[in-house]
């Protein structure tokens, strides 16, 4: 069992940046491939982000590439991703997500997710 806990969340003004933390339980987590997802009021949730066990692959949907960036510190058991040049699209709850597999690409549903933290861009 992992369990995942979201931090940084807030306000920020378009053009602004946050990074997002997620701290992980257990001591599998340097073996998972972790990702961020998100979801707007009234949107489905979506695919942001993903990161393989070492960080050394990593996959981005499209409306962040270039502005986004996931990473890991395995030996903290966290995973953040730093949002650069924020949109007010990119308004939403945002989550953090494990897969037992060490390799991810957002493609199915993971195995954990955490609670979420808002993240609110004003234009």
């Known amino acids: 069992q992992v369990q995942l806990v979201e931090s940084g969340g807030g306000l920020v003004q378009a053009g602004g940046s946050l990074r997002l933390s997620c701290a992980a339980s257990?001591?599998?987590?340097?073996?998972?491939?972790m990702g961020w997802f998100r979801q707007a009021p009234g949107r489905e949730r979506e695919f942001v982000a993903a990161?393989?066990?070492?960080?050394?692959?990593?996959h981005y949907a499209d409306f962040v590439k270039g502005r986004f960036t996931i990473s890991r510190d395995n030996a903290k058991n966290t995973v953040y991703l730093q949002m650069n040049s924020l949109k007010p699209e990119d308004t939403a709850v945002y989550y953090c997500?494990?897969?037992?597999?060490?390799?991810?690409?957002?493609?199915?549903?993971?195995?954990?997710w955490g609670q979420g933290t808002q993240v609110t861009v004003s234009s």
């Open positions: 997500a494990a897969v037992t597999s060490g390799y991810y690409s957002g493609t199915y549903p993971p195995d954990y």
């Open positions: 257990g001591r599998t987590f340097s073996s998972y491939a």
């Open positions: 990161s393989s066990w070492r960080g050394s692959v990593t």
